[in-house]
């Protein structure tokens, strides 16, 4: 099936055909019209020059042969004929079996008794039965083309027995053929036979060659009419194999005719450029169509492309508003979610805080000796009981800590004081522990007073207390863990930097993740939650501080956060 494109390319072809047609067709017809007039203009002269001067030589011929036959002074006739027309050059009277009784040349010599060459003369028979007739080209002792004109001597009862023949220089005919200039074509001349009497060349002439199989030729010779080249049948291959453009003219008196040939493809030149240039228009046409279609289909499809991506990105915008939805819903979800866990954990932890504290106490009361005297054997099992039940307070501690500062409900209470009595009164017991585990403990205060910072001193005290707890948790006896206070512009730092196991370098971008332990730390110290330093940086950021740690893994660590000066966050 033809697209919309290709029915109106087929349209649009047969246009230009039809265009073209329209004014190609009489174009070429106006072409081989000039053509034919051109030809036949030269055929007509040449036709006109050839007849007149044979016409008068004729009848001056028949009246020199009626004058033989009137007075029989064939002599004084033959020469009035030689003065009159320079195309004799001889006359003479030749009996009925080819004596020449006479014969006068132009120098008014007088030769008798001879016979003419009868194999030139055939035409000798023909004025015998009463027609003036031509013999066929012949060279002269001189090298001059020659035919001879025989005509027969008038006699009663029309019995022939004498006729004249006269020798014709036909040299000035062939100037005269040979004076047209139409290029590489010619003209020619044929007798009432067909064959060749005249042509440029004048040994081709001496050929005598019969071109009356051509049908131009017998339209010429045969029905007197004239050719203008423009019939089908008057197109002929020539000698030479070349299509020939022909024109034909009769020569009325002699029955010959005359034929102006040119190669066609000289004589129609033009028809072929027209034809050209048709053909070049058209294709240029067609081209211009197609690098025109090809640009519109391309558009076309761009549009269609472009027509899809929007349907496309359309419905991803939809997909995603549709997800963004999801989501939202998700995340509010999981946001009940962990509201309802905090919850859960605040309710559990509290609940549970009770039953442990009242147990605390009693392993104490016991260790103390409250209910009586207990062996070493039961102390030990008393100070486990007492410790795990402590490390399970601590847990309950950070778990509500965390539920409540995600809650918003931490209850920080933010007041202008300075930091020192914070350090003081944690220092003491970090030492005590420090000795027992034989770490060092070294506290560097800031060279300098520190401004009073606007703090929960409860709080700052949980994170300074927990990076205490740490470094000396994950320090093996014999390390050493300092404290410092740095005064800066516009903040104070707190550094705790130990010379304990340190942290991998692959986890420590996890180290302030809820719940988060570091494999080593697992290994080395068993009691643990991993809240701690979540809980730690919360503080911190609430009080528009930051929290930093530099760790190598064997070495140590060095955590430590800021807190802004003369800040009310
Ligand atoms: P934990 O109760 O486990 O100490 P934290 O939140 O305080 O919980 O610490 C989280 C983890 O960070 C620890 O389990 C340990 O792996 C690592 N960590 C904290 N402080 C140090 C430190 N000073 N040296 C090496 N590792 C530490």
Known sequence: MLTRQGIFFVLTVFGLIAINAAWLIPTLRNTRTAASVFSLTVAERIQSEI?????????????????????????????????????????????????????????????????????????????????????????????????????????AEALFNEVLIAELNVQNLLSIIRSPNIGQGHVYVLDREGTEILQPDLNKILQHRNFSSRPIVTKVLVDAAIADGLAPDDRYINE????????????????????????????????????????GTSLLAIIIFLV??????????????????????????????????????????????????????????????????????????????????????????????????????????DLLNVARIEEGRFGFEFIMQPLEPILAALLPRFEKIAREKSVTIIFQPAPTALPPLFLDAEKIAIVIDNLLDNALKYTAPGGSVTLRVINGKTNIRIEVEDTGIGIPHDQIHRIFNKFFRTTNAMLFQTSGNGLGLYLAKNIVETHGGDMFVESTEGKGSVFSFTLPVGKAS
Do not use: C
């Not at 040349?105 to 030769?111: C, L, N, P, Q, W």
């Not at 001879?114 to 002269?140: C, E, H, V």
């Not at 020939?244 to 040119?262: A, C, N, R, S, Y």
């Open 240 to 279: 030479y194999g070349e299509d020939t453009f022909t024109v034909g003219m009769p020569i009325p008196v002699v029955k010959w005719g005359v034929f102006v040939e040119q190669p066609r493809s000289q004589a129609l030149a033009s028809e072929r450029q027209t034809i050209a240039l048709a053909i």
């Open 51 to 155: 007849n007149g001067s044979l016409e008068n030589a004729l009848t001056d011929a028949q009246e020199a042969a009626q004058e033989v036959a009137d007075e029989r002074n064939a002599g004084t006739s033959f020469r009035n004929l030689l003065r009159h027309h320079a195309i004799f050059t001889s006359v003479a009277l030749v009996t009925r079996s080819g004596k020449e009784l006479i014969r006068i040349d132009r120098s008014g010599k007088v030769i008798t008794d001879q016979y003419i060459d009868q194999s030139r003369n055939a035409s000798l028979y023909l004025a015998l039965q009463g027609t003036p007739a031509f013999s066929l080209p012949f060279l002269s002792p001189e090298g001059e083309p020659h035919i001879t004109l025989t005509i027969p001597i008038p006699a």
């Open 292 to 397: 025109i279609a090809r640009s519109t289909i391309k558009l076309q499809q761009l549009t269609e492309a472009q027509t899809r991506l929007l349907l496309e990105n359309d419905q991803s915008a939809k997909m995603l508003v549709r997800r963004d939805m999801e989501l939202t819903g998700a995340n509010a979800r999981l946001l009940e979610l962990d509201k309802t866990k905090s919850e859960f954990v605040s309710v559990a932890a509290h609940q549970l805080r009770t039953p442990l504290t009242a147990l605390r106490w009693s392993y104490q009361a016991m260790l103390d000796g409250d209910m009586g005297e207990t062996n070493e054997e039961q102390k030990k099992i008393l100070r486990d009981g007492l410790q795990a039940t402590l490390q399970m307070i601590t847990l309950i501690n």
